[in-house]
C-alpha cells in the first residue's frame, strides 16, 4: 500500500494491473496487483534472475503501471527502466515508512466503510495453508475439519459445525 501511495498510482479501472519490481543486487522480485471493487488483490509474485528482458519481466501479465522500488544501495534502475520504457515506469522514490500514516488511514478507511479507502487499499491474504484437525492419538493421521487455502482474503468466512465433541482439536 506503501508503494501505491508513494507512487501516486490511483488512477485505475476494476481487472487493470500493476506490476511491481522490488530491485535487489541479487534478483527482482515481482508482484503483480490486480484492481478489484474493494480494492487491490496479489496476483503472481515471482523472483527472476537480474535480466533485463521486458518479456521475462512481465511474463503472462500485461500491467497498466509499473513501480520499480529500489532496494539499498543497487543502480540498476537506469538498465531496468529503459527496458521498460514502453510502459513508462514509475520509480518509487523514499522511504516506505515515510508513507506508513496514509496507508494506515487508508485501513481505518476501509474498516469504517468509506468509499475513498479502496483507491490504495490491498486486500490482505493468508500466506500459508492453515488446518483445523481433530486429535485423536496421532495429530499426522487424524481428519481435516476445516482448510483455509493459500492466498484466501483476510478476514476468512469459514465455518463447519462440531456438535458434541469431546476430542482435543488443534490448528496445524
Not at 495453508?129 to 486429535?135: A, L, M
Not at 487424524?142 to 483476510?154: E, F, R
Amino acid at each position: 500500500m506503501c508503494n501505491l501511495i508513494g507512487a501516486k498510482i490511483s488512477d485505475l479501472e476494476v481487472d487493470e494491473e500493476i506490476l511491481q519490481i522490488y530491485v535487489t543486487c541479487e534478483i527482482f522480485k515481482l508482484i503483480q496487483l490486480i484492481r478489484t471493487e474493494n480494492g487491490y488483490v496479489v496476483g503472481k509474485v515471482r523472483k527472476v534472475p537480474k535480466i533485463y528482458n521486458s518479456e521475462v519481466l512481465l511474463d503472462s501479465s500485461n500491467p497498466s503501471k509499473i513501480i520499480i522500488v529500489k532496494e539499498y544501495s543497487c543502480v540498476d534502475i537506469p538498465e531496468l527502466q529503459k527496458s521498460l520504457c514502453a510502459w513508462n515506469p514509475v520509480i518509487f522514490k523514499g522511504n516506505v515508512e515515510d508513507y506508513l500514516c496514509d496507508a494506515i488511514k487508508e485501513i481505518v478507511d476501509h474498516i469504517f466503510v468509506i468509499e475513498s479507502s479502496k483507491k490504495y487499499f490491498v486486500i490482505p491474504q493468508t500466506f500459508h495453508e492453515s488446518d483445523t484437525n481433530v486429535y485423536i492419538e496421532n495429530p499426522i493421521f487424524d481428519g481435516i475439519v476445516l482448510s483455509i487455502k493459500h492466498a484466501t482474503n483476510l478476514p476468512v468466512t469459514e465455518s463447519c459445525i462440531i456438535s458434541r465433541f469431546n476430542k482435543k482439536m488443534f490448528v496445524s
